[in-house]
């Protein structure tokens, strides 16, 4: 039985890819930011037929990276698929002036705008570091890092934004530099735009659903290629602008 572990998935595109890889027959590690929203999650899945384990993991803490790559070892030997997914969007954020603090220059805040990158740009890097003894164990190793449009320097046309945009343009450079290190042990890492999606993130005025979404980056998995290791790429499997 094939393995993997989405990160992010108590709710959103994390959750959804959590219920079409067990529709697919993938074993799946569900994790989310504490036990109770795994859980919850988890059990939900469940219900549904999906062979689903609920863990801890929040990308922004290394520790609780650490502890679910040993939870993960415990169930099985190999990871066949890792769905970076976790994100955070400061538009989101509750406390206007912190969101500013990532938006505007004249209220810029490095801690703030730190704070995101860890999350979204480093965070998914200390996953594979974490899972790789799990990735090398598998015949196919991939990664998908789920990056944004929003990321891409030659299609910016929008000013600020400094935390969202600039986390999800580092997390395209950082997986690059990774791809290259890792391409002696076959593994794919691969970076994808979903396109713009009806989350709590995306909004509802957004072009594709939830299922839609993950329906297509999921189509893009089982083609994956050594040589498209390190690529960003687009939901429908083209290049993605840099
Ligand atoms: N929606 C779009 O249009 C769109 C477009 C381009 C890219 N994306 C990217 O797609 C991914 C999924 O986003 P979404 O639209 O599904 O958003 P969402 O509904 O807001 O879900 C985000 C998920 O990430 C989790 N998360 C946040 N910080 C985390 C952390 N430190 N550790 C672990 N989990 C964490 C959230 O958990 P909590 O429940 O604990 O907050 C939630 O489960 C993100 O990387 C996002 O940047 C989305």
Not at 89 to 96: A, G, M, Q, T, V
Not at 151 to 156: A, C, D, K, L, N
Not at 184 to 193: E, K, L, M, Y
Not at 201 to 213: H, L, Y
């Amino acid at each position: 039985m094939k393995t993997a572990l989405v990160t992010g998935a108590s709710k959103g595109m994390g959750l959804e890819w959590c219920r079409q890889l067990g529709q697919n027959g993938y074993l799946v590690f569900l994790s989310a930011r504490s036990q109770d929203q795994a859980e919850t999650a988890a059990a939900r899945l469940r219900q549904e037929g999906i062979d689903c384990i609920g863990i801890v993991l929040d990308s922004g803490n290394e520790e609780s990276i650490l502890l679910a790559a040993e939870i993960i070892q415990e169930h099985c030997m190999a990871l066949d698929l890792l769905v970076n997914n976790a994100g955070i969007n400061p538009k989101d954020y509750p406390d206007k002036e912190k969101m500013a603090s990532c938006f505007k220059l004249e209220s810029l805040n490095a801690d703030a705008v730190l704070e995101v990158m860890k999350v979204n740009s480093l965070g998914p890097l200390l996953v594979v570091k974490h899972m790789l003894p799990l990735l090398k164990n598998s015949p196919e190793p991939k990664v998908l890092q789920i990056s944004s449009w929003l990321g891409s320097v030659s299609q910016v046309q929008f000013g600020g934004h400094y935390g969202y945009a600039g986390s999800k343009n580092l997390l395209n450079m950082l997986n690059k530099l990774m791809a290259n290190e890792l391409k002696q042990d076959g593994i794919i890492s691969v970076c994808v735009n979903p396109g713009w999606v009806q989350t709590d993130m995306g909004g509802s005025k957004a072009n594709f659903t939830i299922q839609e979404a993950v329906s297509n980056m999921l189509s893009l998995v089982s083609i994956l290629k050594p040589e498209d290791s390190g690529k960003f790429l687009n939901y429908d499997g083209e290049i993605h602008p840099w």
